[in-house]
């Protein structure tokens, strides 16, 4: 009866398999137990078959504890948030006593429970058990032959066994292969490149200072708009503000790179990363006037690659980096949202464009010209929405109005900085104080001295703390003569900028005293 059983069970294993759309998740050594899942409406169906003599309830219910146990242990290899285990018995006779209660559904008392039933399959109930089962689990008619000589049924078990092993074998090394498709190599190089230019900027100046990062290549709105500069996009994904920021951001370059570049290989791993650290500067661009600077979109763009990767390989991503990526985007995301300073532009923009990115790509060995094309298109109209609203949208923003002022006086071309900062004192906002501070430097340059005055004078009166206004202020009286005016502005000046060289300068030329 032995060959009987184990031919009933390997049966209806390659049934659900071939005709059921199941998978074979584990077989036991010794080819008595064997699991199978099929992924449906968001749960986990699991047959687990086992060829087992079990006499009595109270042993039946013992085994039906152990594997809900291993059920729990095994829940991160199921692809479903739901997990319903139909445990199919295999053998001769049934229990001698009472086991039907154990028919009845049952779970264990936590969230998101694992549901079980149980179902008996021996030559006396065969029949009613085996209708059970199909009807549970939506299976087709699964037929047992009933004119077999042994050494047919011993040579289908033997085939069926091998060809589940071979199966399982296959989902196990394309596992293995899903993360050798490249060396990280490409990854130590993005991660050099942008420690080198990190020094340079320290070396050259400052790596916080807003004249230093614009000169290397910061993303600069105005620069951009006004003298097309859309480099900028580019070059600011290799400079960063800061150690902090250069560390975390090598920190997430190091572990995503390495993961990316060793499942969608080296070609592949770089587009993606300029395709999103562009989707994601562009984002910047359209909604943040800031200055800026940093990996960032391209390193959204990278758990962008994550995600597609699981949206192809379910299980290898859930049972692998899945649970913990959700988790650090979902935590990244709210903190951009809560710290004002986090351009969160440039974190979405990346993560959705290196999603679109991966799925332009695909995965090695993986054409699907059908979503490839659209997913062209789609990231094209992305790039052309975001550069149309963000010249729009800059254009009609105080702050833009403000940093174009500052690019046209740096740049000499005065008459244009005070029309931009007369424009953008028309609703100035809280930026009011700077505007006018930037349109009396024109004035200034110009020769327009009441002007200049006039404007310093309204800036201090709104922002007093204004050290930069004081100052001009100081060598507008003192070269018009005005000695006590030009002690007064000078001396506020030195109180709240006394380590500024200039501003020392000035006040002992003006004041005859000497600064400690």
């Given at each position: 009866m032995y060959l009987v059983e184990q031919y009933r069970m390997y049966k209806t294993a390659n049934s659900l398999v071939e005709n059921d759309d199941f998978g074979v998740l584990f077989i036991k050594e010794n080819h008595?137990?064997?699991?199978?899942?099929?992924?449906?409406?968001?749960?986990?169906?699991?047959?687990?078959?086992?060829?087992?003599?079990?006499?009595?309830?109270?042993?039946?219910?013992?085994?039906?504890?152990?594997?809900?146990?291993?059920?729990?242990?095994?829940?991160?290899?199921?692809?479903?948030?739901?997990?319903?285990?139909?445990?199919?018995?295999?053998?001769?006779?049934?229990?001698?006593?009472?086991?039907?209660?154990?028919?009845?559904?049952?779970?264990?008392?936590?969230?998101?429970?694992?549901?079980?039933?149980?179902?008996?399959?021996?030559?006396?109930?065969?029949?009613?058990?085996?209708?059970?089962?199909?009807?549970?689990?939506?299976?087709?008619?699964?037929?047992?032959?009933?004119?077999?000589?042994?050494?047919?049924?011993?040579?289908?078990?033997?085939?069926?066994?091998?060809?589940?092993?071979?199966?399982?074998?296959?989902?196990?090394?394309?596992?293995?292969?899903?993360?050798?498709?490249?060396?990280?190599?490409?990854?130590?190089?993005?991660?050099?490149?942008?420690?080198?230019?990190?020094?340079?900027?320290?070396?050259?100046?400052?790596?916080?200072?807003?004249?230093?990062?614009?000169?290397?290549?910061?993303?600069?709105?105005?620069?951009?708009?006004?003298?097309?500069?859309?480099?900028?996009?580019?070059?600011?994904?290799?400079?960063?503000?800061?150690?902090?920021?250069?560390?975390?951001?090598?920190?997430?370059?190091?572990?995503?790179?390495?993961?990316?570049?060793?499942?969608?290989?080296?070609?592949?791993?770089?587009?993606?990363?300029?395709?999103?650290?562009?989707?994601?500067?562009?984002?910047s661009f359209a909604f943040t006037t800031n200055i800026s600077a940093g990996a960032s979109g391209a390193l959204f763009g990278l758990f962008g690659a994550l995600l597609f990767f699981g949206l192809i390989h379910k299980r290898v991503f859930f049972q692998t980096m899945g649970p913990s990526l959700l988790i650090i985007i979902g935590i990244n995301l709210i903190f951009g949202f809560v710290v004002p300073q986090v351009d969160n532009g440039a974190h979405l923009g990346g993560l959705v464009t290196g999603f679109i990115a991966s799925a332009i790509l695909h995965l090695p060995g993986k054409r699907k010209f059908g979503l490839q094309f659209p997913a062209f298109i789609v990231y094209a109209g992305i790039i052309f929405g975001l550069i149309t609203f963000g010249i729009e949208n800059n254009m009609n923003s105080t702050s833009y109005q403000l940093m174009k002022s500052e690019l046209l006086n740096g740049q000499e071309e005065y008459e244009e900085a005070v029309e931009t900062a007369t424009e953008g004192l028309k609703d100035p906002g809280d930026f009011e104080s700077h505007l006018l501070f930037q349109r009396s430097y024109a004035y200034i340059r110009l020769g327009k001295i009441d002007q200049a005055v006039n404007d310093l004078r309204k800036t201090i009166q709104i922002n007093n703390e204004f050290a930069e206004a004081h100052f001009n202020l100081a060598i507008l009286y003192y070269n018009n003569g005005e000695l006590n005016k030009a002690k007064e502005r000078i001396k506020k000046a030195y109180e709240l900028k006394p380590e500024g060289k200039d501003v020392q300068q000035l006040y002992e030329e003006i004041t005859g005293d000497t600064v400690d």
């Open positions: 008595k137990e064997i699991w199978l899942e099929k992924y449906k409406n968001k749960t986990s169906h699991v047959v687990r078959l086992v060829h087992s003599e079990i006499h009595w309830k109270n042993h039946l219910k013992q085994d039906i504890a152990a594997v809900f146990q291993k059920a729990k242990t095994m829940k991160r290899y199921f692809l479903g948030k739901h997990v319903e285990i139909h445990n199919v018995y295999i053998s001769s006779h049934a229990p001698v006593d009472d086991w039907e209660v154990l028919k009845k559904p049952m779970q264990l008392k936590e969230r998101n429970p694992i549901k079980m039933k149980v179902y008996y399959l021996s030559d006396e109930d065969l029949e009613e058990e085996q209708s059970r089962l199909q009807q549970a689990i939506g299976s087709s008619n699964i037929n047992y032959p009933n004119e077999l000589s042994e050494q047919e049924m011993e040579e289908k078990v033997n085939y069926t066994i091998a060809k589940m092993e071979s199966i399982f074998e296959n989902k196990t090394k394309e596992m293995e292969n899903v993360f050798s498709k490249g060396k990280p190599l490409l990854t130590y190089f993005l991660l050099a490149i942008n420690i080198i230019m990190f020094f340079i900027l320290e070396i050259s100046g400052d790596s916080k200072s807003t004249g230093t990062l614009i000169q290397f290549g910061a993303k600069y709105n105005p620069a951009i708009i006004e003298n097309d500069e859309w480099w900028r996009i580019i070059s600011s994904m290799f400079l960063h503000i800061g150690f902090v920021h250069l560390f975390m951001n090598m920190l997430a370059v190091y572990y995503l790179g390495v993961a990316v570049e060793r499942i969608y290989g080296n070609v592949r791993f770089i587009i993606i990363y300029f395709l999103a650290g562009i989707g994601g500067g562009l984002a």
